[in-house]
């Protein structure tokens, strides 16, 4: 017969299972997603996290709404603070790129980004340095040769500020070709436009910019672009640009981009993100999608990812504090 | 011909069925706005900008134009009608315009406002057509120096010309140019004046300031002086069209308000209530019959509406080309094509030639639509003036709060809209103008890193601004529109210290 008790417990687990179904709604995920864009609509950080948005949508990755939401300010500080007030919640994500080091590190934020939780790195881009078509630099050993005999007679337009990727990129260069980047002149515009109107009305000697943003000139052959920051040459219209490693300094820069649960995310939600970005990496509508915006997959996961932030850290440290932004 | 296959780009953008709606939608709020007393156009757009929000720019701009004419058209209606201009650019025309309604030539009156704007509208956007691409291209060749001292010269010449005094316009432009230092700076990375506060280091949102100083603000005022003031309306009777001899008269006094209003308020940046005064002016020393304006004179109509029109077509040329505002509601269109990640200036030509192209079709159908909307459905613009202040007023405060929340969803931009709504109230009751601050908060930031750019380039040297000819020219300018009100007293002056001045 029945031993009672063997009911008993199969009625309080039964009763268990139903609540914690109830509470979680049959496990993990169970609500609507959020990601978070600590920046405006238009901009790389809102594309990549709406690109996010459809691809989980389209592929039938997560069973529940996503919506994508625009924390604007603070070069990504409003975002930040907003994501730390969701500590543990499992159905938050956001998207960030270098300035999350970048800024943490000039305390430009209150929050330290080591607190949230790693889950994939998505996609990179790179940087590249151009001069004028008709500029007497023809290699970005000229440019370099010119800046070591004398630092102040290079004039780098960029299109941020000092101390964020435009010039640090450069600076990581010059310091490995044996340049004080401390020394070097850097001159800020507030948009590619205008950086390349300076650059073609030869008020400044040359660009460093983000690789999509040269095409077009690059095309239109009023630039010549001396290097791209990549580990192995790019393809399409920058098939015959050199690499700075090709060009003879052993540097590369990566403009990565990466997605990262709250501070405080469960362990169960991590593995479950680790497994479903890696498969929306793989997917037809991700795919499609990267070569639409011109985005180069390099897809890592959250194990990679967290080693490769902590590198990306000591590398930034050291150059951030060789350019005087890190006192 | 580059002529025709831009005009035929830029027809093929206007004419696209959400773009001729967003035209017929311009003009038609513009004209509220324009019929409603107390709402100018830079009310008017700085209110409506949150509505072109995810619109693409093209159709955004084409919006804002829109209301921009039409702010234009309106404004004559009441003062026509009713005696209460609807914008500062059209207290001119109720001189002539109330006593011809009162003689019963309401109808011709409006119809000469409605024409005269037309014709003005036209030609200004013909010659931005013609000459926009060549002084565009002029421009490609500034580089940072330059720019300095355009934005330099652009701002003196505006604030010169903003209100009755140097003084407090100049206070008002120093404002705005403070306003402007707020956030990161873009040639150190160091933030100023945001005493840690995460929102502030993108700097104030101009659309907070905008809104705030002239929507709230002018509820406030209302509300200051909250009394319903009984207007007396006139009728509209009999013919609404021009006799053959109001043509005579009218025809000359289009084109001299046209050319005058294009001059003096577009070119030279003294915006179109200056120009509209400017060429009732001209009137009364070039039109035959002189001696009867200001007793219903058909060309007392006819050319200050044509002034402030072509002189409101001017402005944009400015700020197309060159990426300087000449007026306080270009600057507001400034700040809203920034917000859109548009960089009006000679590039725009260059990277964007739907858009521009675009926005000169949709000027010259936006005008077209213009006289059919007004001259017919007069009637109903009058009748707008029946909505009660308290309802309006309340009308205003949802839109300035919606608005400016819809933009980045901060509460803390809401407790700053309050902050900038009582500081335009407190300077419009100091006689303070608050255009120079807009336009000292658009430029300021281009201004000051254009000039630190340029010191960057020639390694610290200030000589850099006067070696250069075109720099050394827009200083000159600037110094020469700043010192403009003191001229007199040096002429009082000089002739004192000649001793030659013959007594009065």
């Given at each position: 017969?029945?031993?009672?008790r063997i009911?008993?417990?199969?009625l309080f ?6 609540v ?14 959020e990601?978070?864009?600590?920046a405006?609509a238009?901009?790389?950080?809102d ?10 949508e ?6 529940q ?5 625009n ?29 999350l080091?970048?800024?943490?590190l000039?305390?430009?934020f209150?929050?330290?980004y080591k ?9 990179t ?9 008709d500029s ?31 010039h ?12 004080e980047?401390g ?13 390349i109107?300076?650059?073609?009305g ?13 095409i077009?000139?690059?095309e239109?052959?009023?630039?010549r672009?001396?290097g ?15 690499t ?44 499609e ?8 997959d390099?897809?890592a ?17 050291e ?9 | 011909?580059w002529f ?15 773009n001729?709606?967003?035209?017929l ?10 019929v ?20 693409p ?5 084409i ?15 009441t ?5 209460t201009?609807?914008e ?9 315009g ?6 019963g030539?309401?109808?011709p ?7 005269g ?18 002084v ?23 604030t ?6 140097l ?9 705005g ?19 840690g506060?995460?929102e502030l ?8 300031v905008?809104?705030?100083l002239?929507?709230l603000?002018?509820?406030l005022v209302n ?5 319903q ?7 509209i009777k ?21 050319l ?6 577009g070119?030279?940046?003294?915006g ?11 009137e009364?020393?070039?039109a035959?019959?002189k001696?009867?304006?200001g007793?219903g ?7 200050p ?17 060159l ?22 200036g ?6 964007q ?7 000169i ?24 003036l ?6 309006l ?8 709060f919606?608005?400016?929340?819809t ?5 803390q931009d ?11 109230y407190?300077?419009r009751r ?17 201004m000051?890193?254009?000039m630190?750019q ?26 020469v ?7 007199k ?5 000089l ?10």
């Amino acid at each position: 017969m029945f031993d009672k008790r063997i009911v008993w417990i199969a009625l309080f687990a039964l009763i268990a299972i139903g609540v914690t179904a109830c509470a979680t709604g049959g496990g993990y995920p169970s609500k609507a997603l959020e990601i978070v864009a600590p920046a405006g609509a238009g901009g790389g950080w809102d594309t990549l996290a709406r690109t996010v948005q459809r691809s989980l949508e389209v592929e039938k990755l997560y069973p529940q709404p996503v919506t994508v939401v625009n924390k604007v300010g603070g070069g990504g500080g409003v975002g930040l603070a907003y994501i730390f007030t969701k500590k543990g919640d499992d159905y938050e994500l956001v998207v960030y790129s270098p300035p999350l080091i970048i800024n943490t590190l000039n305390k430009t934020f209150e929050n330290n980004y080591k607190e949230l939780t790693p889950l994939a790195k998505l996609i990179t881009d790179y940087q590249v340095i151009m001069v004028k078509a008709d500029s007497p630099y023809k290699t970005l050993g000229d440019l370099i040769a010119a800046l070591k005999k004398d630092p102040g007679s290079v004039k780098i337009a960029g299109a941020s500020s000092p101390g964020s990727m435009d010039h640090l990129s450069v600076a990581k260069l010059a310091k490995a070709a044996g340049v004080e980047p401390g020394k070097m002149v850097y001159i800020a515009f507030n948009d590619v436009g205008s950086g390349i109107s300076a650059l073609l009305g030869g008020n400044v000697t040359c660009m460093s910019t983000g690789a999509g943003e040269s095409i077009a000139q690059l095309e239109a052959k009023t630039v010549r672009v001396l290097g791209v920051s990549s580990a192995e040459r790019r393809g399409g219209a920058l098939k015959d640009v050199p690499t700075w490693k090709e060009a003879g300094f052993n540097v590369t820069y990566e403009v990565w981009r990466g997605i990262f649960g709250p501070p405080g995310m469960s362990a169960d939600a991590k593995k479950w993100w680790g497994e479903t970005l890696k498969k929306m990496a793989g997917t037809k509508t991700w795919k499609e999608s990267l070569e639409k915006l011109q985005w180069v997959d390099a897809y890592a996961d959250a194990d990679a990812f967290a080693k490769f932030l902590t590198e990306e850290e000591v590398s930034y440290k050291e150059l951030m504090t060789a350019t005087g932004f890190i006192k | 011909m580059w002529f025709f296959d831009n005009l035929a780009l830029g027809f093929s953008v206007a004419l696209t069925p959400i773009n001729l709606f967003y035209a017929l939608l311009g003009v038609f709020l513009g004209t509220v706005i324009g019929v409603l007393p107390g709402i100018g156009p830079m009310t008017g757009i700085a209110l409506l900008i949150p509505i072109t929000f995810g619109l693409p720019p093209t159709s955004a701009i084409i919006l804002m134009a829109g209301i921009y004419y039409g702010a234009m058209y309106g404004g004559s209606t009441t003062s026509i009608l009713v005696n209460t201009p609807g914008e500062s650019s059209s207290v001119v025309t109720c001189f002539d315009g109330y006593q011809m309604a009162k003689q019963g030539r309401a109808g011709p009156a409006l119809a000469a406002a409605a024409i005269g704007s037309f014709i003005a509208g036209t030609f200004a956007t013909l010659v931005l057509m013609l000459i926009g691409p060549a002084v565009a291209a002029f421009a490609l060749n500034f580089g940072p120096p330059e720019y300095f001292t355009l934005m330099l010269a652009g701002l003196t010449v505006v604030t010169s010309l903003a209100g009755r005094s140097l003084v407090k316009a100049l206070l008002a432009t120093t404002i705005g140019l403070a306003i402007a230092t707020i956030g990161i700076d873009l040639q150190s990375g160091v933030p100023r004046y945001t005493f840690g506060n995460p929102e502030l280091l993108d700097g104030l949102e101009f659309l907070v300031v905008a809104i705030g100083l002239f929507a709230l603000s002018e509820v406030l005022v209302n509300l200051a002086d909250l009394r319903q003031a009984i207007q007396e309306r006139l009728a509209i009777k009999g013919g609404l069209w021009l006799t053959r001899e109001d043509w005579r008269r009218a025809t000359p006094a289009f084109i001299r308000g046209t050319l005058s209003g294009f001059f003096v308020g577009g070119i030279a940046g003294a915006g179109a209530a200056v120009a509209s005064f400017f060429s009732y002016g001209i009137e009364k020393k070039m039109a035959k019959h002189k001696a009867e304006l200001g007793t219903g004179a058909i060309e007392g109509v006819a050319a200050p509406e044509a002034a402030n029109n072509a002189a409101a077509g001017g402005a944009l040329i400015h700020l197309l080309c060159l990426g300087i505002p000449g007026s306080g509601t270009t600057a507001i269109m400034l700040g809203a094509l920034l917000m859109l990640g548009l960089q009006p200036g000679p590039l725009l030509f260059q990277q964007q030639p739907q858009f521009v192209w675009g926005l000169i079709a949709s000027m010259y159908i936006g005008n077209a639509m213009l006289l059919v909307l007004n001259l017919p459905l007069v009637g109903m613009w009058v009748k707008i003036l029946d909505i009660p202040l308290y309802l309006l007023v309340l009308f205003i405060i949802l839109f300035s709060f919606l608005g400016v929340y819809t933009m980045n969803n901060s509460t803390q931009d809401l407790f700053l809209l309050l902050v900038f709504g009582i500081l335009g109230y407190l300077l419009r009751r100091l006689d303070i103008p608050a255009a120079p601050i807009i336009l000292g908060m658009v430029l300021g930031d281009l201004m000051e890193q254009a000039m630190r750019q340029s010191l960057l380039i020639s390694d610290g040297s200030y000589a850099i601004f006067v070696t250069r000819p075109f720099s050394l020219f827009f200083l000159l300018l600037a110094i020469v529109s700043i010192t403009n009100p003191y001229w007199k007293y040096i002429g009082v002056g000089l002739r004192r210290w000649f001793g030659r001045g013959a007594p009065a």
